[in-house]
């Protein structure tokens, strides 16, 4: 199984490729934080995100979305955009018929660290004993993507994990 995990956001968009190869070792392909330019017209920046998710999904071939949910926020302005942006990701999805799943952050935590209230931190340190990451990560926004997608295949493997 081949999953495409996305941590949306219209400025920074965590992306992973995650497989789980015939002997169910989980295998980092591919990822990134891709950005969009804070001076470009926002509708712009839909565009650029949704042309970077339809390469993508050409390049790798994933079976399935693996997209975090929108959760509690007190910036109405940042929490439209994002869902915005989270649109177009689902469309490019559901567009070239991946299957899709979305996880809100304490399904997240709970998967990755055993803890629904688990911190970044927790979760990050996690995310590097569950997974091989060859690359330098660094950006929290891409650690998130490579998280959800580990959510994803813990939810394939052990279907009550996850679920509050």
């Given at each position: 199984?081949?999953?495409?995990?996305?941590?949306?956001?219209?400025?920074?968009?965590?992306?992973?490729?995650?497989?789980?190869?015939?002997?169910?070792?989980?295998?980092?392909?591919?990822?990134?934080?891709?950005?969009?330019?804070?001076?470009?017209?926002?509708?712009?920046?839909?565009?650029?995100?949704?042309?970077?998710i339809?390469?993508?999904?050409?390049?790798?071939?994933?079976?399935?979305?693996?997209?975090?949910?929108?959760?509690?926020?007190?910036?109405?302005?940042?929490?439209?955009?994002?869902?915005?942006?989270?649109?177009?990701?689902?469309?490019s999805?559901?567009?070239?018929?991946?299957?899709?799943?979305?996880?809100?952050?304490?399904?997240?935590?709970?998967?990755?660290?055993?803890?629904?209230?688990?911190?970044?931190?927790?979760?990050?340190?996690?995310?590097?004993?569950?997974?091989?990451?060859?690359?330098?990560?660094?950006?929290?926004?891409?650690?998130?993507?490579?998280?959800?997608?580990?959510?994803?295949?813990?939810?394939?493997?052990?279907?009550?994990?996850?679920r509050?």
């Amino acid at each position: 199984m081949r999953i495409l995990s996305i941590d949306p956001g219209f400025e920074r968009v965590g992306i992973a490729v995650i497989e789980r190869d015939s002997s169910k070792k989980d295998i980092l392909l591919y990822s990134n934080c891709f950005k969009t330019p804070a001076k470009v017209p926002f509708h712009e920046r839909l565009t650029m995100i949704g042309n970077e998710i339809e390469t993508i999904i050409k390049k790798y071939k994933p079976q399935s979305l693996a997209i975090e949910k929108l959760y509690f926020t007190n910036n109405q302005k940042t929490v439209m955009g994002v869902s915005e942006a989270r649109g177009v990701i689902i469309y490019s999805a559901s567009r070239n018929k991946l299957n899709i799943f979305e996880y809100t952050p304490p399904q997240i935590k709970i998967a990755v660290t055993g803890y629904g209230r688990a911190d970044k931190k927790m979760v990050i340190n996690m995310v590097f004993k569950l997974i091989k990451i060859n690359n330098d990560v660094s950006s929290d926004d891409e650690l998130d993507a490579i998280a959800i997608g580990l959510t994803c295949l813990a939810c394939e493997r052990f279907p009550d994990v996850g679920r509050p």
